[in-house]
Each structure stands twice: as C-alpha cells, then as structure tokens.
C-alpha cells in the first residue's frame, strides 16, 4: 500500500495533479491524503481574515477548508469510476507548509508527494513555482511536480538527466524501477557535456553501475554536447517523445540549471512534463 500526500490550494491546477496521480496510480493500491494548509498570516494578506480578527481560533480557520476538502473527494468519486485499490483522507492543518507537509511525510510514512505548479512565477521568474521549489528542495520525501499543462500519458520514455558525478543507491532508484515495471516503460539516460570532455574514472564507474542495475529493463544512455544544459534537455524531450523526467535532488549542477533555470521561449518542457525527484 502506497501512501500518497497531495497538497492542494483548491485551485484548478491543484486538481489537475490530483487528476495526474489517480491516473498514474490506477493499478496500485494507495492511501491519498488530500492536504490543504491554512495560516493566519495568509489569510489576513488576501483579506479573508480582517487584521483586528487575528484572535480567531484555529479550529475556526480550517472549517472552510475541511468542507473544500470533502467537496475535493465528492468530485473525484463523482469524476473517476469507484477504484477498489484507493482510499482518500482529508487532512487539514495550520502551520507553514513546509512544516506541515514535513510532519505528514513523517507521521504518515508517506512514499511520494505529488503537487502541482502553475510554472512560471512573475517575482522570481523561475520555471517551477515557489511552492512546489520550496517542497521540493527542503522536504526529503520523492516528489512528483506536475505542472499546469501536464495531463495524463502513461509514462513510456523516462528521462534520466545525470553528471554521473555521484552513486545513486538503490533505495533511491527504486521509484524508477516501480514506474518502469508498472508501464512497461524506457529509462533514458542522459548526459549533456559542454565542451565533449570523456568522463573521469568516477563518472564511469557511476555509469556502468546504472547500467547493471537496469540490466533487466529497457534503458539506454545518451550523450549531448551543448553548452546550455536547459536547450540539450528540451531537444531531447522533443526528439524521444519524453513524458516523465526523473532528477536526483542532491545532483545540485544539474538539478538548479535543469528547474530553476530562468525562463526562455524556446524551453517548455517545465510546462508540459512531470518531474519525479528523488531524495
């Protein structure tokens, strides 16, 4: 049984990662928790909550959301045929939400975050949004970004973006091999060089052992010189039909030029495909 936390602000695009996951998860068993944060501080921003009201309860804060709540998981009962294999819970807190979503991950031994993101933000003008930036970096649990103009395609072709500069252990593949047996899916690697420099003694021996740890799957490994990581991915996402890019957090080079790069016209993958990072 897997367990499941999906954040969730009510908005279309939070529903539209809910979409994405009971589709991605239809033949597993799973426990979704529907979560949703509320804070005083912001509801007196957005002028819910007056300033000289700031006394009021918690307990009186979250009602309005436990109601959202329910009405969340009446409108996926009403949009999704009865699933036997899912289980939905609502959960609402008050706290900041990386605080909140690090208890949950805790207290519900959660596999996987899964959260939407409307892509570009105005203030910082990164491709994926503070929020889902914030969880993603600062909560050690796998997390899954959709963003806005994702929807749903079995995942076949898996990118695998790497420097090859560090092992990655088998516990944290793991999500890759349970997405690859379940779709019968390809796991591409690929390594992106600006100037065709051979890999050192390290690079190679992080590569050979990916490849003996896929050995039974379908994977393959490509190599890309470019000088702008961002423009290498893209192409390789048009050219392979990608719908699934898998990173590791700790692959700092890559992970901050690959999602948090500032935005171009030419760069849509951050729009159009899921992110599976792994911690």
């Given at each position: 049984?897997?367990?499941?936390?999906?954040?969730?602000?009510?908005?279309?695009?939070?529903?539209?990662?809910?979409?994405?996951?009971l589709?991605?998860?239809?033949?597993?068993?799973?426990?979704?928790?529907?979560?949703h944060?509320?804070?005083?501080?912001?509801?007196?921003?957005?002028?819910?909550?007056?300033?000289h009201?700031?006394?009021?309860?918690?307990?009186?804060?979250?009602?309005p959301?436990?109601?959202?709540?329910?009405?969340?998981?009446?409108?996926?009962?009403?949009?999704?045929?009865k699933?036997?294999?899912?289980?939905?819970?609502?959960?609402?807190?008050?706290?900041?939400l990386?605080?909140?979503?690090?208890?949950?991950?805790?207290?519900?031994?959660?596999?996987?975050?899964?959260?939407?993101?409307?892509?570009?933000?105005?203030?910082?003008?990164?491709?994926?949004?503070?929020?889902?930036?914030?969880?993603?970096?600062?909560?050690?649990?796998?997390?899954?970004?959709?963003?806005?103009?994702?929807?749903?395609?079995?995942?076949?072709?898996?990118?695998?973006?790497?420097?090859?500069?560090?092992?990655?252990?088998?516990?944290?593949?793991?999500p890759?091999?349970?997405?690859?047996?379940?779709?019968?899916?390809?796991?591409?690697?690929?390594?992106?060089?600006?100037?065709?420099?051979?890999?050192?003694?390290?690079?190679?021996?992080?590569?050979?052992?990916?490849?003996?740890?896929?050995?039974?799957?379908?994977?393959?490994?490509?190599?890309?010189?470019?000088?702008?990581?961002?423009?290498?991915?893209?192409?390789?996402?048009?050219?392979?039909?990608?719908?699934?890019?898998?990173?590791?957090?700790?692959?700092?080079?890559?992970?901050?030029?690959?999602?948090?790069?500032?935005?171009?016209?030419?760069?849509?993958?951050?729009?159009?495909?899921?992110?599976?990072?792994?911690?």
């Open positions: 049984m897997k367990n499941i936390l999906i954040p969730t602000d009510f908005s279309e695009n939070s529903w539209n990662a809910i979409e994405y996951a589709h991605f998860f239809s033949k597993s068993s799973c426990n979704f928790y529907l979560l944060v509320t804070t005083k501080h912001n509801l007196v921003e957005s002028g819910i909550l007056p300033i009201n700031q006394d009021i309860s918690i307990e009186t804060l979250t009602l959301s436990k109601k959202c709540l329910q009405d969340i998981i009446k409108r996926i009962y009403e949009s999704f045929p699933n036997p294999l899912h289980r939905f819970f609502a959960v609402s807190d008050s706290n900041y990386i605080h909140s979503i690090r208890e949950q991950v805790a207290q519900k031994k959660i596999h996987l975050i899964v959260m939407g993101t409307k892509g570009t933000t105005d203030l910082k003008k990164l491709p994926i949004g503070s929020n889902a930036g914030n969880v993603i970096t600062k909560v050690k649990c796998a997390t899954m970004v959709i963003p806005e103009n994702a929807k749903y395609k079995a995942p076949k072709e898996i990118a695998f973006p790497t420097d090859f500069s560090i092992f990655y252990r088998p516990e944290i593949l793991q890759i091999i349970d997405i690859v047996e379940t779709n019968n899916a390809s796991v591409n690697v690929l390594h992106v060089n600006r100037n065709g420099v051979e890999l050192n003694d390290d690079q190679q021996k992080n590569k050979d052992y990916l490849d003996d740890y896929f050995t039974n799957h379908n994977h393959s490994f490509h190599f890309l010189t470019n000088t702008h990581l961002e423009d290498a991915v893209q192409q390789f996402v048009d050219d392979r039909s990608i719908n699934l890019i898998t990173m590791l957090a700790k692959n700092l080079n890559y992970f901050q030029k690959i999602l948090f790069h500032p935005t171009s016209n030419e760069i849509s993958y951050y729009k159009n495909v899921p992110f599976l990072i792994l911690h």
